[in-house]
Structure formats: C-alpha cells, structure tokens
C-alpha cells in the first residue's frame, strides 16, 4: 500500500456504470471483490482492515480491545 501511495498510485477512475446511471460524479474508488451480503459489506470491511492493522503492527491486542467504527450510513 504505502509503496503505491509513494509512487502516487490511485484506485480513483471514472466508473461507466456510474455515469450510465446518472450519477452527476461517476468517479469512485470501488472495493472489489468483498464476500458479505450487500448490507453487511461496512461490517466486513471493518473487520477486514481491523485484522490488517492488527497483523501489519505485530503482536498481539489485550482480549477487552475493540474497535469503533463511524458511519453515515448505518
């Protein structure tokens, strides 16, 4: 990730599906393939990037350490 920020990589593109739909901006930073139905996908995200950080830092978190997410949809 930080090797592809450096070299100033972006997963911003225009979407034609967006710009089909009538989107009035049809640029996005979609994530790809996410097994977790539709209304689950934030919930698998967040864990997904939670066990990232936690696997990138080394080590291991104190049973009672959680995790706060917020969200403006839901």
Known sequence: LWSRLAAGETALRSW???EAAGFRV???CR???LA???RRRGRAMTIR???Q???EAGG???LETGVFVGSTIG
């Open 16 to 18: 034609p599906d967006l």
């Open 26 to 28: 049809p640029i996005a």
């Open 31 to 33: 994530v790809g393939e």
């Open 36 to 38: 977790a139905p539709a």
């Open 49 to 51: 990037a939670a066990a």
């Open 53 to 55: 950080a936690l696997a």
């Open 60 to 62: 291991t978190p104190p």
